[in-house]
Nanobody
Framework: QVQLVESGGGLVQPGGSLRLSCAAS????????MAWYRQGPGKQRELVAA???????NYADSMKGRFTISRDNAKNTAALQMNSLKPEDTAVYYC?????????WGQGTQVTVSS
């Protein structure tokens, strides 16, 4: 079966960094668009960043310049490097894999930015 397993979340101080990872199995990873979404307390889920199979990226405006999405097709993994973290980045971060009508989600990893 398809599994997306996130890791790397945790508690970090404002201005700090975290790197999230998503390990995928059960899919032909290299053909999937990979993305990170987040859902903060009392908020709707929102797109953070996405990367196409060819490596083209796009970011939500508030993440540009601070977050970097990447993928390793040989290892079936995607990552999100988050720098200059702010308290408003506190959320559960979800890995997403999409191709045609297929759409899969991980279970989420909590990121808390607080002093």
């Amino acid at each position: 079966q398809v599994q997306l397993v996130e890791s790397g979340g945790g508690l970090v101080q404002p201005g700090g960094s975290l790197r999230l990872s998503c390990a995928a199995s059960g899919i032909t990873f290299k053909i999937y668009r990979m993305a990170w979404y987040r859902q903060g307390p009392g908020k709707q889920r929102e797109l953070v960043a996405a990367i196409t199979p060819a490596g083209a990226t796009n970011y939500a405006d508030s993440m540009k310049g601070r977050f970097t999405i990447s993928r390793d097709n040989a290892k079936n993994t995607a990552a999100l490097q988050m720098n200059s973290l702010k308290p408003e980045d506190t959320a559960v971060y979800y890995c997403n894999a999409g191709y045609s009508r297929s759409d899969y989600w991980g279970q989420g990893t909590q990121v808390t930015v607080s002093s």
